[in-house]
């Protein structure tokens, strides 16, 4: 393998620098110099034939010599360049003389040393071969043939119409065409469609250009370039082709791209190759470009890809498949244990569940609804209407698809149904009561929220029995906001009652009075005669405040010893005379309340401040204004109990 220029780098394997190494001396050379002068010096030279062992001989016998051989062929060069240049300039003016033949009839006459005139489709553009030499190959449609031409220059393009003249010759086993004239004619460029080949049909096509599928069977580098060896993809086919790409191929090929066991599709001309008589002949396919070479099939590493993929995937799938029915058996069994512990559940809370559909029809119930409804299985429940069970006059009405509960205190918004329940953020929860088939009254809190049962929209309604707890929230309310000691309001009840009546006497326009109460001597009533003497002077200001209080007014004890009273309307103590009859009354309520036998006199001291309407004073100052009074009347009164009044009408 190898006909251009990794034989011609063999035969020139001589000392670096040499002058016959940098003329180019080398058997390629030699012969194609020999066999490619014009007619006029081939025929004044004798014909050879030189076998490998005489062209190395020649070679040694050069390199003594190449000072010499250097002018002779500087000469004949200079001499065939001339020629070459004038003939070329005559093609292009004018077509070759000579008798024309085809291709076939040229080859015909391999060996005959006869010079012929050829013309065909140019299938390899000049420089791709090689370079700068003419190295083409053309077809007529009879055959195919290489044309070589060292000397000659001529530019020639894929589907150029070319002449040429010259001799052809078997070359290392290949037939060529050394031609000595070239000429591309002025016709359209057609380029020659490659036909589809079989392996074993290509030594029938020598020198065309063909198209062949195969696969590969080996790869690999020699002297020369790169080669791939290629054999048909049928087993009973039994051609084999080598597809060799030169290292001087212009564009360069990178073989080392594919794989043994690729099915490809080369496009080539067709050369054979033999370096000596006795070696069989290697046929070879040589491309002209990069997209010479494709692969058809799948290329071979992708196979090795695709088993491990394949194998992964099995792996993964038997895994999956595995785990899928471990997850499988795992989720059954925790669905069944969901189930159980759900139904546990159920069974042991003490709230009522009841689910019904949307037109309030009862489809579900535990335990603690069939107790609270009065019923003795749960079961029994089921077809009954949710409105049966509300009290009559209390319950709102159903609205359409839905059921609807009314608090009996208060009155609660109609449980929406399934379909609004799903737009709710929250679960509905509403106060109300419902009556079990004994007549029982139950006050109950309900929750409701959408559920799916058997596939179908639903309610679920959670009952819970509030009864206790809405005694404990009297109680709490009670502590909240009674006085335990005297029964009366503390001062947070007072806030919360005082607040809304004086915004109520402002609105009428009506004055009210507030009045602040404290029980004089206390802790010395304590130190004396101890704490229990103490909370009985206090219980007793207390009852005389509780008995001149009308139902309007709110009185308070505010801390240990002070009281405090809202009266609604202040016009009754307007005035010294109201106010002298409210001291009085007062005072005769506080002995009215005290033992006879108490060992100590029980008195308060009492400040009085009328709150004007058309003010905007709030609660706090009316009380700090009627704190003030009650001091001034402490430090300036003459007996315990005298009222000081202060008006903020006369304030202003």
């Known amino acids: 393998m190898g006909q251009q220029s990794g034989r011609e780098n063999q035969a020139c394997a001589m ?69 070459a240049t004038g003939a070329t300039g005559a093609l292009d003016q004018s077509p070759l003389e000579g008798q024309r033949r085809t291709i076939a009839q040229a080859l015909a006459r391999s060996g005959v040393e006869d010079t012929v005139l050829v013309a065909g489709r140019a299938t390899v553009s000049s420089g791709v071969l090689q370079s700068p030499a003419l190295d083409i190959a053309l077809d007529d449609g009879t055959a195919g043939v290489r044309v070589y031409g060292r000397l000659l220059r001529t530019v020639v393009k894929e589907g150029d119409s070319v002449e040429a003249r010259g001799v052809v010759r078997l070359y290392r086993g290949n037939t060529e065409l050394f031609a000595t004239d070239a000429r591309v004619v002025a016709v359209l460029s057609r380029p020659v469609v490659p036909e589809a080949r079989r392996v074993q049909e290509v030594p029938r096509h ?48 990178d073989l080392a791209l594919y794989e043994a066991g690729d099915v490809v599709s080369v496009t080539g001309l067709v050369t054979a190759y033999r370096d000596n008589p006795t070696d069989p ?81 009862v489809l579900f119930t535990n335990p603690a609804a069939a107790r609270l409804l009065g019923v003795t299985h749960a079961a029994t429940l089921a077809g009954r209407r949710v409105d049966e069970f509300l009290p009559a006059g209390t319950a709102a009405p159903l609205p359409p698809h839905g059921a609807g509960v009314m608090a009996r205190a208060q009155p609660a918004p109609a449980l929406p149904d399934a379909s609004g329940l799903a737009f709710m953020a929250e679960p509905l929860r509403v106060r109300g009561q419902l009556v079990s088939d004994a007549g ?39 502590l909240a906001l009674v006085d335990t000691l005297t029964g009366l309001y503390n001062r947070r009840g007072f806030t919360l009652l005082a607040e809304p009546e004086l915004q109520r006497s402002r609105e009428l326009g009506r004055t009210c009075a507030v009045l602040f109460a404290d029980l004089d001597g206390l802790k010395r009533i304590n130190d004396h005669f101890g704490h229990a003497a103490g909370d009985a002077a206090l219980c007793a200001v207390a009852a005389a405040l509780q008995s001149v209080s009308r139902e309007s007014d709110v009185t308070a004890r505010w801390s ?67 704190d003030e009074a009650l001091y ?21």
């Not at 080996?218 to 039994?238: K, T």
């Not at 071979?300 to 895994?319: D, E, F, I, M, N």
């Not at 679920?460 to 404990?472: C, K, M, T, W």
Request: proline content about 5%; some cysteine; hydrophobic content about 40%.
């Open 206 to 253: 020598e020198g065309r250009v063909v198209l062949v599928r195969g696969r590969v069977e080996a790869l690999g580098r020699s002297e020369g370039g790169q080669f791939l060896r290629v054999r048909a993809i049928r087993p009973r086919d039994r051609g084999i082709v080598t597809v060799w790409v030169p290292a001087s191929l212009r564009p360069p090929i």
């Open 15 to 83: 000392r670096p620098g040499s002058l016959a190494c940098k003329m180019g001396v080398s058997r390629r050379n030699i012969e194609r110099t020999l066999t490619s002068l014009p007619a006029h010096h081939a025929t004044q030279l004798p014909r050879v034939a030189l076998s490998r062992r005489q062209t190395s001989f020649v070679c040694r016998a050069l390199r003594s010599a190449c000072g010499s051989l250097a002018l002779v062929t500087g000469a004949l060069g200079a001499q065939s360049q001339t020629t």
């Open 281 to 361: 002949v290697v046929w070879q396919l040589v491309p002209r470009r990069p997209a010479d070479i494709v692969v058809t099939g799948i290329p071979r590493r992708w196979y090795a890809l695709g088993a491990w993929l394949l194998a992964g995937l099995v792996l993964v799938t038997a895994a999956g498949f595995g785990v899928a029915r471990v997850s499988t058996h795992r989720q059954r069994q925790a669905l069944r244990e969901t189930q159980d512990r759900y139904r546990q559940l159920l069974e042991m809370t003490p709230d009522a569940v009841i689910v019904h559909d949307r037109d309030g029809v």
């Open 440 to 478: 029982i009254v139950t006050n109950v809190e309900l929750t409701a929220s959408p559920c799916s049962y058997l596939q179908r929209p639903a309610v679920v309604l959670l009952a819970r029995d509030i009864g206790a707890q809405l005694r404990y929230e009297r109680d709490l309310h009670a």
């Open 632 to 652: 001034r009347a402490r430090g300036g009164r003459a007996i315990a109990g005298a009222i000081v009044r202060r008006d903020s009408r006369y304030d202003r």
């Open 560 to 626: 240990g010893d002070e009281f405090v009273m809202l009266i609604a309307d202040g016009n009754a103590v307007d005035g010294d005379a109201a106010e002298a009859a409210l001291e009085e009354q007062l005072l005769k309520e506080i002995r009215k309340h005290t033992s006879p036998d108490t060992p100590y006199a029980v008195t308060a001291s009492f400040g009085l401040h009328l709150v004007d309407p058309a003010t905007d004073e709030s609660l706090d100052r009316a009380l700090a204004l009627a």
